[in-house]
Nanobody
Framework: QVQLAESGGGLAQAGGSLRLSCAASGRTFNGYSMGWLRQAPGKEREVVAAIPWTGRSAYYADSAKGRFTISRDDAEKMVYLQMNSLKPEDTAVYYC????????????????WGQGTQVTVSS
């Protein structure tokens, strides 16, 4: 079992940057693929980025490519999402989640979820 806690959300201006962090607890963190998902009011949940337990070949949604970078530190049991060139449409609650799927790309691939952190981007 994995417990996840996000931090780093907040208010940013368009064009700015934020770095989200996810702290995991549990014995087998390095066996899980990890992801960041987001949900904005009235919109479907979206997998923004995911990184396999191998640490290779991260997945990015088209909306995140070239702007967001996901990374993991298995020794510290941390997952990060560096978000640059933020846009107002990035405003959402961002969730850290864990999956036993090697290359998760759908929300249903994730089994363990954090509580979420709000990101608001002003224009």
């Amino acid at each position: 079992q994995v417990q996840l806690a996000e931090s780093g959300g907040g208010l940013a201006q368009a064009g700015g940057s934020l770095r989200l962090s996810c702290a995991a607890s549990g014995r087998t963190f390095n066996g899980y693929s990890m992801g960041w998902l987001r949900q904005a009011p009235g919109k479907e949940r979206e997998v923004v980025a995911a990184i396999p337990w191998t640490g290779r070949s991260a997945y990015y949604a088209d909306s995140a490519k070239g702007r967001f970078t996901i990374s993991r530190d298995d020794a510290e049991k941390m997952v990060y999402l560096q978000m640059n060139s933020l846009k107002p449409e990035d405003t959402a609650v961002y969730y850290c989640a864990a999956s036993v799927v090697t290359n998760p790309q759908r929300g249903d691939d994730f089994y363990y979820w954090g509580q979420g952190t709000q990101v608001t981007v002003s224009s």
